[in-house]
């Protein structure tokens, strides 16, 4: 299974953009990189995930390096509600155990 | 739309009790998943069923058991409770193999 590692924690303020990064240097070239988070209290949610190239969608986008090892989860402008845990999970192809890690605990400050 | 709905919220056993922690999903979704996340850290993979009438085990699936009843209900069974475990339980469904997770809301648990 690929291995990640992210920051512990990160701090932004409001409405600035954030950059969230993760290492999968280990990652195989058909595992495609999900990002989830989880707000306080709650369940997971999907954010986004991409294979090779740069990704968007209304909550995020995922830039992922040419060499696959790493990818950044970007915030375009954060809120306080983007206050949350987010996990970087490169899929190991089993289909059914994508594995949560510690993730970035995510403070925005007002 | 209800989603991912888990029963009951907050559970609190006794050492070598039983119990069963029900999910069921409306979004007609053929994977489902068992997951526990213990203070501080991410989720734990505990038992999955990828279709109705499969089950296998995760990472942690010692101590539990599950039963996929049908397409929407998969329900995770705690045979004799320890403080080990306690948790919080979250269920999850996806379409199939590979795509994305909708969570419900979890099942604190606390064993005592």
């Known amino acids: 299974d690929a291995k990640t590692t992210q920051p512990n924690s990160m701090e932004s303020n409001e409405e600035e953009p954030v950059h969230l990064p993760c290492n999968h240097s280990?990652?195989?070239?058909?595992?495609?990189i999900h990002w989830y988070r989880q707000l306080p209290s709650q369940g997971p949610e999907y954010v986004i995930h991409?294979?090779?190239s740069n990704v968007n969608n209304r909550m995020a986008s995922l830039a992922i390096a040419e060499d696959r090892k790493s990818s950044t989860l970007i915030l375009h402008r954060a809120t306080l509600r983007d206050a949350a845990v987010y996990y970087c999970?490169?899929?190991?192809?089993?289909?059914?155990?994508?594995?949560f890690g510690g993730g970035t605990r995510l403070m925005v400050k007002p | 739309n209800a989603g991912v709905t888990q029963t009951p919220k907050f559970q609190v056993l006794k050492t070598g009790q039983s119990m069963t922690l029900q999910c069921a999903q409306d979004?007609?979704?053929?994977?489902m998943y068992w997951y526990r996340q213990d203070p501080g850290m991410g989720l734990r993979l505990i038992y999955y069923?990828?279709?109705?009438?499969?089950?296998d085990k995760g990472e942690v699936p010692n101590g539990y058991n599950v039963s996929r009843l049908n397409k929407r209900e998969f329900s995770l069974r705690l045979e004799s409770a320890a403080p080990s475990q306690t948790s919080v339980y979250f269920c999850?469904?996806?379409?199939?193999?590979?795509?994305?997770?909708?969570f419900g809301s979890g099942t604190q648990l606390s064993v005592l």
């Open positions: 999850a469904s996806s379409r199939g193999p590979d795509e994305k997770l909708f």
């Open positions: 999970i490169p899929d190991n192809n089993a289909g059914n155990m994508l594995t």
């Open positions: 979004m007609n979704h053929n994977s």
């Open positions: 991409g294979l090779t």
């Open positions: 069923s990828a279709s109705e009438g499969t089950t």
């Open positions: 280990t990652i195989s070239g058909t595992d495609y």
